[in-house]
Structure formats: C-alpha cells, structure tokens
C-alpha cells in the first residue's frame, strides 16, 4: 500500500446531517432513507475482526510467520473474542506474481507448500482466511500485483485456496488511471460468482485521497466510495492509510475516524465502513490506543489488528477482548456513532444500540485533561434517571440525566446509558483529573501540558461534581506528586455534595530544588460516602512534565534538550531536512543548524525566563523538488506561554522568511508549523539556524 507524506486534516463534519440522525434513531424522518442499492451478500451481520499482515510485519511474513499468529491469537484470547480472520496483505505473491498460464503464484520461499495447506492449518484452529490483491492490472513498480483482466480466474483461485475474506486495493487501479465503482462492482461480481460458490467478505480498498496522495477527482478518491460500495462490499475504506508500517500517529486516527463519520446512514448490517486498522503499540500511547479502539466501536468499524498480536502487552490485550467495549460495535442494530454537537477540541458522539439504549463516547482530542459533559435528553433518551456504566471499569452508577466523566488528554470515556428503575443506584460522581492552574505566579495557558522545573510551586485543583440524584457524604480528596514534594492543602471539604452539585479541592505541590527532568505525575484520591453502598472511591493521574535545565549563553536551540517533539511524518531531526540525509538547505542557502519536520509539528522547549531573543529563518527545504511541484507549504509559529510572538502566514517553497522574537519572560516556548491548509503533502518544513540568546 502506497502511503503519503501525511499531514494536518481539516475536520471533515461541518454538523451531523439529518440522514445521519435519522440512521441512527435520534430524529425520525416521513421521507424515507438513502435510496435503495443492490445488495450484497450478507456475509458478516455484525463488524468482522481479525487480524492483518500489514502495519506490524509490512511483507515480512512467512508460512510459519502466519501460523505462528494464529496460535497466538487462539492462545491469547482474542479469537474467542472475535477476531478470526488471519489476512495476508501484500507481500504473500511471487516476484512474478503470475503464471503463464495465468494463475497468482505464492512466493515460494515464504510458502513452499503453497497457500491451501496454510488456509487449511488457519481453518484448524477454528479461524478464517484472507487474502489480498489489487482492482487494476499489474503495473511493475507501481502496485505488488494486480487482478485487472483475471477478475473471474482470481476469485476461482481464492475461492479454491480456501480463503473467507478478500481485500481489494487500488494501487494498479489508480496507477492505470481506472474508474473505482466499475471496476470494484466487477470484482465483487467475480467473487459472489466464484466457481467453488464460497462466501467471501470483499474488503473494497480504495486508500487514494486528495491532496496527499496528488490531484485526483472526487470519483476515483476513498471518499467516494460510500456512494456505491454499500450495495457491493462487506466494507469500504473511507479515507488513506491511518499511517505508516511501524509508525502510527495519534492525529492521523483522528483524521481517519473524521473522515469516516461522513456518511453514517449508509451503514447497515452486513455493510460497514472502514476506518483502517487498529494499531496498539506501534506509536501509540495506551491511552490513545484506547481512544482509537473506543472510536472503532462506536462506529461500527471492522476491527482488524494491524499489529504484531504475538508482542502485544497483557494490557493491550485486555483492551482489545472488552467484552463491554465489543458488545457496543458489534451490537446486533449495526448503527454507526453520530456527532451531537459542535466539532472542537471536545465532543461527544452516540450510537444507538439495539436494545434503545445509548453508547456514548466523551472525546478528549486535545493536550490537557477536561471534564467532558453531555445530558441523556442530548443522546435521544427521555426520562429522570439513568443507568450509567462505564465499558472501560464496568463501574455502574446512577444521573440524573447529566453524563459526565474526566477524561484524560487524548481519551475518552465510554458510557453504555438507559433508563433506570427500581433503588436508587449509586450516584454518578465524577473525580477530576488534578489540574495545574498556575505554576509559582504564572497561570497555566489552557489547553496545554503543565511543565514544571525543580523549585517550582504549583498550584492543583481536583474538581468534583455530583450528577446523581442523591447526596454523597464526607467527601475528601488527597493528591500526590513525585519522590520529595511537599503538599499543602489550601481548601476545606465540605460536610456533603448535593445532587447536580459540585466541589474544588485546591493544593499547592512544591517540587524540590534537585527535581530529575522527565515526567512525574499527580495522583488525587477522592473518597465519599454513600446512603445504602458504603465508602467510595476514585483515583485520577495527571502528568507532569519536569523540565531540563535552561539553555545557557548564544546558542542553537536545535542542539538543546526538548521536552517533546512531533513531526507530520517520520520524526523531527537536527540539523538535517525530515526523513534524514540531507543537510538543511533553503533555496539555495544551506544551514549547518536546524530541525527539520513535516506539518503538523510542535517542538516543545523549557526557557526558564531565562532567555532574551530567539533568531533563524523558516522555509520549505529544497528536497521537496526531489519529489515534485505539488505540495510545499507551512505556516509557522513561535510561541510563549501559549501567546503567539511570531506567525509567519504561508510560506512556500521559494520564500524563506526571517524571524527575531524577543523572548523576555517566557518560561515555555514553542515551535509551531502547520499545513496552510491544503493537507501535510510534501510539506517538508526547516527551522534553520534557531538561535537563542540567553
């Protein structure tokens, strides 16, 4: 699979569309729904699950690399809890790839006994088969095969070789500058014809996408596929790659799971849109990785690993085999996850279940933790009391129509809510996660990671609301930081919180002077009572980052400790262009200072007020031309304590621009670029020569 340069992606809802409530159940319509299209086979009522080759092993896979990930996915559990589909991407043919009789070949060295003894093995161990080909025609250098003129011969083979799932690129398909829907409703009609008459899902996957993959017309792209794949396929991709081979981003689930949510109403049992694959441990944090799957489920989304399952930690295992988490996406309605409310860095997304009952996801995109807020009348439900429970702790309470929880930077919380009835259940209370409002005198600029240094003060606040209908008694909040600091409280508790009320706990944690830089974090421990259920409690963890020391003297803020970094693609690098390799070069002028990045980046750095003046020069370095014309610009930002010093509009390729940003007073710098707006393509961005007085 070709990947892009990858890059920032404009949000795609502008607001949920009314096809889409009604879809999902919130409004109702007299009009009908999305017109009728032929139907294809209903293979896979629910999302299908399972494995695939190509994010964790790219095409490094054998025949005892396959039957050694079967194992592990029987033995680990995570067949039992539905992931039965061992797929092959590409990398499984033979560097010819076809005979000439006009047969696809295995590579013999990776399978000497040929593929039906490997689907045979699969099938023993009680899982399915997949396979991989491409729509277009076989195009060295271009794709690693293709099907195009062997459609029906190709779908007999799969067929006779055993396999239960097929996915279709659109490498050769694009490469031979083919028409997607004629092309795909062919390839589906091979496999429902097959000559063995075996049921096989067809994965159609269309990954091109504009501008980052180049200009292509609406109709050939992945965004066009809703509009026709529903009537052809088990699924469809909705959007590029979530990523690279080894290397997943955070804000490319993001922008995959965007683009995905256009066209809900179109998604029904056995046909489901596709936002990629799941991909924990391969760049990922826990937490993120937990959001992305959170996301998948709600949606309605295949959920196909594209990790290495026999490495995966015992606590992504636990994550992927939920069985609270699993039964919301492969609720038998089929329904996929609506936006309710304004896009932002906030949100709350629901997805009829169907029982009536709601799933309810409260998304965190941004830096900082956040109570996230939603009410049930909000989701579609009616009523005065609600069952909440938690899909991640199991944890059950009990609103009064308020749905609420403190989610962590880049996470979510997962509610499955309906109606309650009989006792009172245990009110739902929310712990916040600690925040830091100032550090010393200096308020915290909202939405970003607090950063501290050895010596410093800060001042904490714990938060926390009562949404049930009954008091809780006796609330107390306790917190904690690293090895050494010293904990004031600053506030007093309460007797009590009433029902649809809320109290601040306020401390001040000061680090000691010999504080290690790395990161820390502040643990709160809020206990309550409640009438018939006893003593409760909540544990939240907030990081901290504790800062290296300030530079010192003129030097290259290049060669100086950051506290984190983010590159679009790859990962930033010192004093050479992105991806490595070559020196930093503006236009002809080359720098032996910089750090080179590709859009979206943020380039983090702990200055203590210990600096005067920041000087360098922006552009886009001259390799782009290695690739070619398209693409090329960012937009960068320097910025102090979350106020911006010096914004340099678009710059392109052939216009560096010179910067000098007095940096009096400020404590932590940053170093934004940006796409400009027309996708991370080629956006190949130097902060050439940054040079800190201090």
Same mark, same amino acid.
Not at 112 to 137: F, M, Q, S
Not at 142 to 163: E, I, P, T, V
Not at 384 to 411: C, D, M, Q, Y
């Given at each position: 699979?070709?990947?892009?340069?990858?890059?920032?992606?404009?949000?795609?809802?502008?607001?949920?569309?009314?096809?889409?409530?009604?879809?999902?159940?919130?409004?109702?319509?007299?009009?009908?729904?999305?017109?009728?299209? !032929?139907?294809?086979?209903?293979?896979?009522?629910?999302? +299908?699950?399972? =494995?695939?080759?190509?994010?964790?092993?790219?095409?490094?896979?054998?025949?005892?690399?396959?039957?050694?990930?079967?194992?592990?996915?029987?033995?680990?559990?995570?067949?039992?809890?539905?992931?039965?589909?061992?797929?092959?991407?590409?990398? =499984?043919?033979?560097?010819?790839?076809?005979?000439?009789?006009?047969?696809?070949?295995?590579?013999?060295? /990776?399978?000497?006994?040929?593929?039906?003894?490997?689907?045979?093995?699969?099938?023993?161990?009680?899982?399915?088969?997949?396979?991989?080909?491409?729509?277009?025609? +076989?195009?060295?250098? /271009?794709?690693?095969?293709?099907?195009?003129?062997?459609?029906?011969?190709? #779908?007999?083979?799969?067929?006779?070789?055993?396999?239960?799932?097929? /996915?279709?690129?659109?490498?050769?398909?694009?490469?031979?500058?083919?028409?997607?829907?004629?092309?795909?409703?062919?390839?589906?009609?091979?496999?429902?014809?097959?000559?063995?008459?075996?049921?096989?899902?067809?994965?159609?996957?269309?990954?091109?996408?504009?501008? $980052?993959?180049?200009?292509?017309?609406?109709?050939?792209?992945?965004?066009?596929?809703?509009?026709? #794949?529903?009537?052809?396929?088990?699924?469809?991709?909705?959007?590029?790659?979530?990523?690279?081979?080894?290397?997943?981003?955070?804000?490319?689930?993001?922008?995959? +799971?965007?683009?995905?949510?256009?066209?809900?109403?179109?998604?029904?049992?056995?046909?489901?849109?596709?936002?990629?694959?799941?991909?924990?441990?391969?760049?990922?944090?826990?937490?993120?990785?937990? %959001?992305?799957?959170?996301?998948?489920?709600?949606?309605? !989304?295949?959920?196909?690993?594209?990790?290495?399952?026999?490495?995966?930690?015992? %606590?992504?295992?636990?994550?992927?085999?939920?069985?609270?988490?699993?039964?919301?996406?492969?609720?038998?309605?089929?329904?996929?996850?609506?936006?309710?409310?304004?896009?932002?860095?906030?949100?709350?997304?629901?997805?009829?279940?169907?029982?009536?009952?709601?799933?309810?996801?409260?998304?965190?995109?941004?830096?900082?933790?956040?109570?996230?807020?939603?009410?049930?009348?909000?989701?579609?439900?009616?009523?005065?009391?609600?069952?909440?429970?938690?899909?991640?702790?199991?944890?059950?309470?009990?609103?009064?129509?308020?749905?609420?929880?403190?989610?962590?930077?880049?996470?979510?919380?997962?509610?499955?809510?309906?109606?309650?009835?009989?006792?009172?259940?245990?009110?739902?209370?929310?712990?916040?996660?600690?925040?830091?409002?100032?550090?010393?005198?200096?308020?915290?600029?909202?939405?970003?990671?607090?950063?501290? !240094?050895?010596?410093?003060?800060?001042?904490?606040?714990?938060?926390?609301?009562?949404?049930?209908?009954?008091?809780?008694?006796?609330?107390?909040?306790?917190?904690?930081?690293?090895?050494?600091?010293?904990?004031?409280?600053?506030?007093?508790?309460?007797?009590?919180?009433?029902?649809?009320?809320?109290?601040?706990?306020?401390?001040?944690?000061?680090?000691?002077?010999?504080?290690?830089?790395?990161?820390?974090?502040?643990?709160?421990?809020?206990?309550?009572?409640?009438?018939?259920?006893?003593?409760?409690?909540?544990?939240?963890?907030?990081?901290?980052?504790?800062?290296?020391?300030?530079?010192?003297?003129?030097?290259?803020?290049?060669?100086?400790?950051?506290?984190?970094?983010?590159?679009? =693609?790859?990962?930033?690098?010192?004093?050479?262009?992105?991806?490595?390799?070559?020196?930093?070069?503006?236009?002809?002028?080359?720098?032996?200072?910089?750090?080179?990045?590709?859009?979206?980046?943020?380039?983090?750095?702990?200055?203590? /007020?210990?600096?005067?003046?920041?000087?360098?020069?922006?552009?886009?370095?001259?390799?782009?031309?290695?690739?070619?014309? $398209?693409?090329?610009?960012?937009?960068?930002?320097?910025?102090? $304590?979350?106020?911006?010093?010096?914004?340099?509009?678009?710059?392109?390729?052939?216009?560096?621009?010179?910067? $000098?940003?007095?940096?009096?007073?400020?404590?932590?710098?940053?170093?934004?670029?940006?796409?400009?707006?027309?996708?991370?393509?080629?956006?190949?961005?130097?902060?050439?020569?940054?040079?800190?007085?201090?």
């Amino acid at each position: 699979m070709k990947r892009s340069f990858g890059g920032v992606y404009s949000r795609l809802l502008g607001g949920v569309i009314a096809a889409a409530l009604v879809a999902v159940g919130l409004v109702t319509t007299t009009t009908g729904a999305v017109a009728a299209q !032929a139907t294809a086979p209903v293979l896979s009522p629910t999302p +299908y699950q399972g =494995w695939n080759t190509y994010y964790g092993l790219g095409g490094d896979f054998t025949e005892d690399t396959i039957k050694s990930v079967a194992d592990s996915l029987v033995s680990r559990g995570l067949a039992k809890a539905g992931y039965d589909i061992v797929w092959l991407d590409g990398g =499984w043919q033979a560097d010819q790839s076809r005979s000439d009789a006009g047969d696809l070949v295995p590579n013999p060295a /990776k399978f000497p006994n040929g593929l039906k003894p490997l689907v045979d093995y699969i099938h023993g161990k009680g899982l399915k088969a997949g396979i991989y080909t491409d729509a277009g025609p +076989y195009i060295p250098g /271009k794709c690693g095969l293709g099907s195009g003129g062997y459609y029906q011969r190709d #779908a007999d083979q799969f067929a006779a070789w055993g396999f239960d799932a097929v /996915k279709v690129d659109y490498l050769c398909g694009i490469a031979a500058n083919l028409d997607p829907k004629t092309v795909f409703t062919e390839f589906a009609q091979a496999l429902r014809n097959n000559a063995s008459h075996r049921p096989m899902i067809f994965n159609l996957c269309n990954p091109v996408t504009s501008p $980052d993959w180049g200009n292509y017309p609406e109709s050939q792209q992945s965004i066009n596929s809703w509009s026709y #794949a529903p009537g052809i396929a088990q699924s469809w991709r909705t959007y590029t790659d979530v990523g690279f081979q080894g290397d997943i981003k955070f804000k490319d689930v993001l922008r995959n +799971y965007d683009a995905n949510a256009r066209h809900p109403e179109v998604v029904k049992p056995g046909a489901f849109s596709d936002p990629d694959y799941l991909a924990p441990e391969l760049g990922m944090s826990d937490e993120e990785f937990r %959001t992305q799957l959170t996301l998948w489920a709600v949606a309605a !989304a295949p959920l196909v690993v594209g990790s290495d399952v026999r490495k995966l930690s015992a %606590t992504t295992i636990g994550m992927l085999t939920d069985p609270d988490v699993l039964a919301i996406n492969q609720d038998k309605a089929a329904v996929q996850a609506v936006r309710v409310g304004a896009a932002g860095t906030t949100e709350t997304w629901v997805k009829r279940l169907a029982d009536g009952s709601r799933a309810v996801v409260l998304l965190n995109r941004g830096d900082s933790a956040k109570t996230l807020t939603t009410t049930a009348n909000a989701v579609g439900l009616s009523g005065s009391r609600f069952t909440l429970k938690n899909a991640w702790t199991n944890k059950v309470t009990e609103s009064a129509g308020v749905i609420s929880a403190a989610v962590p930077a880049h996470g979510t919380a997962l509610f499955r809510v309906e109606r309650a009835s009989g006792v009172p259940g245990i009110p739902h209370v929310t712990a916040g996660i600690p925040q830091v409002t100032k550090v010393g005198t200096d308020a915290q600029p909202e939405g970003t990671a607090p950063v501290a !240094a050895g010596g410093d003060e800060l001042t904490v606040q714990v938060t926390v609301r009562n949404d049930g209908l009954q008091p809780v008694f006796q609330p107390a909040v306790t917190i904690a930081g690293g090895t050494g600091w010293t904990v004031t409280p600053l506030s007093k508790a309460p007797a009590l919180i009433d029902g649809g009320k809320q109290a601040t706990f306020t401390f001040t944690l000061t680090l000691p002077p010999t504080a290690p830089p790395g990161s820390a974090s502040l643990t709160a421990t809020t206990t309550y009572q409640v009438v018939w259920y006893g003593g409760q409690r909540q544990t939240t963890v907030a990081p901290v980052v504790v800062a290296p020391v300030p530079p010192s003297g003129t030097v290259p803020l290049s060669h100086h400790q950051w506290i984190t970094a983010t590159s679009g =693609w790859m990962s930033p690098t010192i004093d050479e262009s992105v991806g490595g390799g070559n020196p930093i070069k503006l236009t002809g002028t080359t720098y032996s200072t910089g750090i080179g990045v590709a859009s979206p980046s943020l380039i983090r750095y702990y200055l203590g /007020k210990s600096c005067s003046r920041l000087t360098g020069t922006v552009g886009i370095d001259d390799v782009v031309g290695n690739v070619g014309p $398209d693409g090329g610009t960012s937009t960068f930002q320097v910025v102090g $304590d979350g106020k911006v010093l010096f914004d340099s509009g678009t710059v392109d390729r052939f216009t560096p621009k010179q910067f $000098d940003v007095d940096l009096t007073g400020v404590r932590v710098l940053d170093l934004l670029v940006g796409d400009a707006g027309d996708g991370g393509y080629n956006d190949r961005a130097d902060w050439a020569a940054p040079t800190a007085t201090c």
